[in-house]
């Protein structure tokens, strides 16, 4: 299948961002860190105009697939159908990473000193129980959930509206239908958001590379190799279960993906990579309703489902 204008556009700005931040460590060394903070605009003007549609894209497109499917009964048959799946992912990504780590032992032979016992990590973490899960997943208010992009606290409160608009049949419409033409409208935006992805892409890979160099791919190479040998190897399984259902066609699946997987990949956002995902899905055939009830409760609980 012949690549789009936007892949080619983010490949080649992939390469230029190599060759520009490795520019920058020969020439300009001593510039090289200022370029690399400066540069990183362009990614984050970019994340944010993600994060700025991915509320109300999520709220429009789900609440539509729900009231579109006309009764509790279908909703809660596909919602069983998408959390089975979520849990088989999950336990098929947990026990192929047990099972690589064991034989690979990532991380051995890189001749890194372990830090302290009592060093901090940087990051705070705190134990999460069942209780601060469910408190955290209802909303106090939809207008803060979508502030803040909490996209589970938007899932729950669009399967609420959805299922009364579906409940209360004609009378509601007219606010399906104000919904649709909204969810057609962030798809329009969507669209011009894309258009800006090759800068994003150019500006988080030169600054990285300006940053660390290219020697850091020789020192962790082996380290990466046996990463990405474990994703392909979750691909494989997750592409063999696809083939299940759609036989042959998970090869055009997955050539009309490459594009949201490219931006995932290059900006380190799965955010990223929701809009032309959703965009993707519905153009290989996949049921809008369905799409646009899965993806999102994709995001919410199960990325690798």
Known sequence: MKMNKLTVAILIAMLLGIVTGQGYRLFAPTQAATFASDITLLTDIFLRLIKMIIAPLVFTTLVVGIAKMGDTRTVGRIGAKTLGWFMLASLMSLTLGLVMVHLMQP????????PDDGASSGVAATAISLKDF??????????????????????????????????????????VMLMASAAEIMLKVTGYVMNFAPFAVFGA??????????????????????????????WLLLIAMGSLFIRRRI??????????ILL??????????????????????????????????GYSFNLDG
């Open 107 to 114: 991380g051995v032979g890189l001749s890194l000193s372990l």
């Open 134 to 175: 469910v408190t955290h997943a209802i909303p106090k208010s939809v207008i803060e959930a979508m502030a803040t992009n909490e996209i589970l606290q938007i899932v729950v409160f669009s399967l609420f509206f959805g299922l009364a608009a579906a409940a209360l049949g004609d009378a509601a419409k007219p606010v």
């Open 205 to 234: 890979i030169a600054a990285m590379v300006a940053k660390e160099g290219l020697g850091i791919l020789a020192t962790y190479g082996t380290f990466m190799a046996q990463f990405y040998l474990a994703l392909a190897c979750l």
């Open 251 to 260: 090869l055009t699946l997955l050539a009309m993906i490459r594009e949201p």
């Open 264 to 297: 995932a990949f290059s900006t380190a956002s799965s955010e990223a990579a929701y809009p032309k995902t959703l965009d993707r899905l519905e153009k290989f055939g996949c049921d809008k309703r369905i799409a646009s009830f899965v993806l999102p409760m």
